[in-house]
Structure formats: structure tokens, C-alpha cells
């Protein structure tokens, strides 16, 4: 069989190359799913690298090799979900490190962090697109890691990547960077100095709203190995049918990726002008805050959108219950368009006093466009604001 090249490539080649080579054993252009639990040894430790899939599992191990030639990483670790992938990350850091997180993350994220972890690390919840606060606090006190969530959920909040993880350099503190949002495709933190990046594999990554998964990708070995070792200790690795789904979504990622955008924009663009509009946060719109910093970072600005009602929940809910193609459901990043409301729903689990002052109120809704007709997806906005 003839060996591929696969060095060099554009990230759209590398997604559908990348871990796809065919099955050595029959030339079966589609990778095979290896669903089973264990591995037949010739004599006692004597095996092929695959003892228990818990441990290593080849479609596993295929995925993985793609994802991180996506992210530009020398390793990929998967896990049976994001908050596995970020819970892995929290144990891999020593008992009382100061970390400093972002003070608009997803609310799961916030929920691990200040009820789970609450007593082995010092969480530090700053606006980390606020540089000189950032420079303040790792001038106080020993930083270990910075958790950024860049754009954040839902306020769509840009931090300078670039600039964060050279201060952190400095002072010898990691950087993570909740890559999410933006996939591989249109943003590579590690190519900005992170040392760590996360995905739920949830959302773009697999795309179709069919799988629950989360991915850490790093090039330190050692903390590779760390990661691994805990993986394999506790468990929450993904499973051979999820990873092969995900090796599948992923083929298309590119092609999502610039649908997702494209929409967004429109809707985006469409909604600044609605009277019943108060506000709309969209990285591609001039008006949004962090507009260059998003020009600079990220090669495109994703189908995320948030924006606020004029009125409050009343007027917000009407729009969540009224729209049909919309499905009012939590998640994102797949090819339907889904809509809600995270006061109520992803973000129920932060307090509401810290919710509303970090801008989370009740009238914002969070839309993510998916990939079907734009001009579908206007009228039914359209009609629910009516
Ligand atoms: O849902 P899970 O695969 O465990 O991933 C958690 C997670 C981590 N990071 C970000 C930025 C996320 O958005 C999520 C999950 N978010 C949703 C379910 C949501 O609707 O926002």
C-alpha cells in the first residue's frame, strides 16, 4: 500500500488525511471502528501496544493523531468529555496552585472549578481581556496556570493570546486556552505560546450534535505523560464508536467551519439593525470590543452569536419559544442551528449576582448559526421577534 505523504499539508487536507490512512489489513478506505474492551497478548505483557482500551484503543489512537495535527500539537489526549478533559487538566496540577480563570467561562466550567476543586487549587476569576489586571496578579502572587477561555461563553470576550502568554513566560506560569469556540480551524493557540489547548469535542469539532467529547493538546512530553497516566488511572477515556464519529466529523470541519461563519456574519449584521435589538456581540462586527485583537488572532470569526432583547426575560422568552427552525436547546457547533438562554439554562449553575455582573442578564440570548439556508434561518428570527 502506498504510504501517504502527510507533512506540510493545509489544515483541510490534514482533517481528512491525518489518522484516515486505509486499514493495512483489507485497503478499507474508512477507518475500521475497533469496539472492543481488550486486546489478546502471544505471552504475558507480549502485544502489538494495545492491552485494554481504557488505556489505548486504535480508533482512539487515529483520532487523536488527526486532532493534533489540527492543533499543531505533538499529542492529543481524548476523553469522554470536555469537563473530563478539563478535570484531568486540574488534576494534573500540584495540591494549592494559584490559577487564574477567566471571569466569563462556560458555567460548567465555573461549576467544576468552585464546587469540585474548590479545595485543591486557588481559582483567581479575573476579566482576562484586561492585560494590566492579568501583569497585577501574577506580580502578587505564583501563578501555575491561566485558564482562558477565548471568545468566552457567551459574552464572546476576546483575550490577547500573544500577549497573555508572554507575561506568563516570564513568570513561568501556563497558559490554557479553551479553544472551543473557534476549532482548530480558524484558531491555533499554541502557535500564539499557549502550552495547553481544550476542546469539547461536543461542538465543531465533531459537528453533528451526536457525541460528547473533550480533547487536551500540548507539545510537553512530560506533561503529556502526566495527563496520560491520569487518564488511564481515572478513566473518562472517549470511546472507540465516539472517536470514530469524531474522525469522521471532522473531515469536514473546514468546509463547516466557513458555512458557520458565513451565516453568523449575515445574522450577526441583520440583527445590529432590528429595532427590537438592543445589542449584538459578533467577533466579525466592528462594534465589538475586541474586533482587532479577534483580527489578528483567529483566521475567522466562528457562528457564535449573543445579543440582548430590548425588554427582559418576557421579551426574550417569546423569541426562545417562538422560533421553529431554531431549536431552543443547549450545546453548539453542530449543523443545526440551536438558540437559548443561558441565565436559565448553560449558565444556571453561576450565581446570579456574579451572572449579572459579568453581563449576563436576561434578556441575552446565545445563538449558534448552523450551516442551513441563511435567509431560512433570518425569517425565522424574523417571525419569532414580531
Ligand atoms: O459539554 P462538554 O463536552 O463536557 O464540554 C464542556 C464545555 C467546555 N468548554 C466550553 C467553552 C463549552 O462551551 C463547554 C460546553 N458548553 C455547552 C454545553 C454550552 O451549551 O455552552
Known amino acids: 500500500m502506498k504510504k501517504k505523504n502527510l507533512s506540510n499539508l493545509e489544515i483541510a487536507t490534514k482533517l481528512i488525511h491525518v489518522g484516515n490512512e486505509p486499514d493495512k489489513e483489507t485497503g478499507a478506505v474508512i477507518p475500521p471502528i475497533f469496539q472492543t474492551s481488550t486486546y489478546v497478548q502471544s505471552s504475558p505483557g507480549k502485544h502489538n501496544g494495545y492491552e485494554y482500551t481504557r488505556s489505548h484503543n486504535p480508533t482512539r489512537t487515529r483520532l487523536e493523531e488527526c486532532l493534533a495535527a489540527s492543533e499543531k500539537a505533538k499529542y492529543a489526549i481524548t476523553?469522554?468529555?470536555?469537563?473530563?478533559?478539563?478535570?484531568?487538566?486540574?488534576?494534573?496540577?500540584?495540591?494549592?496552585?494559584?490559577?487564574?480563570?477567566?471571569?466569563?467561562?462556560?458555567?460548567?466550567?465555573?461549576?467544576?472549578?468552585?464546587?469540585?476543586?474548590?479545595?485543591?487549587?486557588?481559582?483567581?476569576?479575573?476579566?482576562?481581556?484586561?492585560?494590566?489586571?492579568?501583569?497585577?496578579?501574577?506580580?502578587?502572587?505564583?501563578?501555575?496556570?491561566?485558564?482562558?477561555?477565548?471568545?468566552?461563553?457567551?459574552?464572546?470576550?476576546?483575550?490577547?493570546?500573544?500577549?497573555?502568554?508572554?507575561?506568563?513566560?516570564?513568570?513561568?506560569?501556563?497558559?490554557?486556552?479553551?479553544?472551543?469556540?473557534?476549532?482548530?480551524?480558524?484558531?491555533?493557540?499554541?502557535?500564539?505560546?499557549?502550552?495547553?489547548?481544550?476542546?469539547?469535542?461536543?461542538?465543531?469539532?465533531?459537528?453533528?450534535?451526536?457525541?460528547?467529547?473533550?480533547?487536551?493538546?500540548?507539545?510537553?512530553?512530560?506533561?503529556?505523560?502526566?495527563?496520560?497516566?491520569?487518564?488511564?488511572?481515572?478513566?473518562?477515556?472517549?470511546?472507540?464508536?465516539?472517536?470514530?464519529?469524531?474522525?469522521?466529523?471532522?473531515?469536514?470541519?473546514?468546509?463547516?467551519?466557513?458555512?458557520?461563519?458565513?451565516?453568523?456574519?449575515?445574522?450577526?449584521?441583520?440583527?445590529?439593525?432590528?429595532?427590537?435589538?438592543?445589542?449584538?456581540?459578533?467577533?466579525?462586527?466592528?462594534?465589538?470590543?475586541?474586533?482587532?485583537?479577534?483580527?489578528?488572532?483567529?483566521?475567522?470569526?466562528?457562528g457564535m452569536i449573543t445579543f440582548f432583547t430590548k425588554g427582559g426575560l418576557k421579551e426574550a422568552r417569546k423569541v426562545l419559544e417562538k422560533v421553529t427552525l431554531f431549536a431552543l436547546a443547549e450545546s453548539l457547533g453542530g449543523v443545526e442551528s440551536l438558540i437559548e438562554h443561558p441565565a436559565i439554562m448553560t449558565h444556571a449553575s453561576i450565581p446570579k449576582e456574579i451572572r449579572e455582573k459579568s453581563g449576563i442578564h436576561d434578556n441575552l440570548i446565545r445563538i449558534s448559526a448552523g450551516i442551513e439556508d441563511v435567509d431560512d434561518l433570518i425569517n425565522d428570527l424574523e417571525n419569532a421577534l414580531k
Not at 491561566?146 to 506560569?173: G, M, Q, R, V
Not at 465516539?242 to 449575515?266: C, F, I, P, Y
Open 79 to 302: 476523553t469522554s468529555s470536555g469537563m473530563a478533559a478539563i478535570t484531568l487538566m486540574m488534576h494534573a496540577l500540584p495540591k494549592g496552585s494559584n490559577i487564574i480563570c477567566g471571569d466569563d467561562v462556560y458555567g460548567g466550567t465555573f461549576r467544576l472549578f468552585t464546587t469540585v476543586f474548590q479545595n485543591d487549587h486557588n481559582f483567581i476569576f479575573l476579566d482576562t481581556t484586561n492585560i494590566e489586571e492579568i501583569k497585577k496578579t501574577l506580580l502578587e502572587k505564583k501563578i501555575s496556570l491561566i485558564w482562558l477561555e477565548t471568545p468566552t461563553n457567551p459574552l464572546l470576550k476576546i483575550s490577547d493570546i500573544k500577549k497573555i502568554t508572554s507575561l506568563a513566560k516570564a513568570h513561568k506560569t501556563k497558559v490554557i486556552v479553551d479553544n472551543t469556540f473557534m476549532s482548530p480551524y480558524f484558531q491555533n493557540p499554541l502557535d500564539l505560546g499557549a502550552d495547553i489547548v481544550m476542546h469539547s469535542m461536543t461542538k465543531y469539532l465533531n459537528g453533528h450534535s451526536d457525541v460528547v467529547g473533550g480533547v487536551l493538546m500540548l507539545n510537553n512530553k512530560a506533561l503529556y505523560n502526566k495527563i496520560w497516566t491520569l487518564q488511564n488511572s481515572i478513566g473518562p477515556s472517549a470511546s472507540p464508536f465516539d472517536s470514530w464519529l469524531v474522525l469522521r466529523g471532522l473531515k469536514t470541519l473546514a468546509v463547516r467551519m466557513e458555512a458557520h461563519q458565513k451565516n453568523a456574519m449575515k445574522i450577526a449584521k441583520w440583527l445590529e439593525g432590528h429595532k427590537k435589538i438592543e445589542k449584538v456581540i459578533y467577533p466579525g462586527l466592528k462594534s465589538h470590543p475586541q474586533h482587532k485583537i479577534a483580527k489578528k488572532q483567529m483566521s475567522g470569526y466562528g
